[in-house]
């Protein structure tokens, strides 16, 4: 059975950092694609970085360079480091897996893990 477990979250001010951990079991990364998508209140969800076992990882326009995504394959693990935060970047932030393979959130990501909440104050 394919489980996904987002932690991390909190409240922090901007500039700050936060780390958010995707604890996955039921696949290898090898297989999947691991993704960080967030959805703040009234917007759309939005894909933020994804990651797999061969490919460059993808980053959203808005995220990139601030935001770097990491496996621990020994600790079935995806990691989204979060640097320089501001308030644009408060959201729920969830971890999905692409049975595709493909490091990219504009592919099928099936199954996903509960929400974990970044509030960013100004």
């Known amino acids: 059975e394919v489980q996904l477990q987002a932690s991390g979250g909190g409240l922090v001010q901007a500039g700050g950092s936060l780390r958010l951990a995707c604890a996955y079991s039921?696949?290898?990364?090898?297989?999947?694609?691991i993704g960080w998508f967030r959805q703040a209140p009234g917007k759309e969800r939005e894909g933020v970085s994804c990651?797999?076992?061969?490919?460059?990882?993808y980053y959203s326009d808005s995220v990139k360079g601030r935001f770097t995504i990491s496996s621990d394959n020994a600790k079935n693990t995806v990691y989204l480091q979060m640097n320089s935060l501001k308030p644009e970047d408060t959201a729920v932030y969830y971890c999905?897996?692409?049975?595709?393979?493909?490091?990219?959130?504009?592919?099928?990501?099936?199954?996903w893990g509960q929400g974990t909440l970044v509030t960013v104050s100004s």
């Open positions: 999905a897996a692409d049975p595709s393979g493909v490091a990219h959130p504009g592919y099928d990501y099936d199954y």
């Open positions: 039921g696949f290898r990364i090898g297989d999947y694609a």
């Open positions: 990651i797999n076992n061969s490919d460059e990882p």
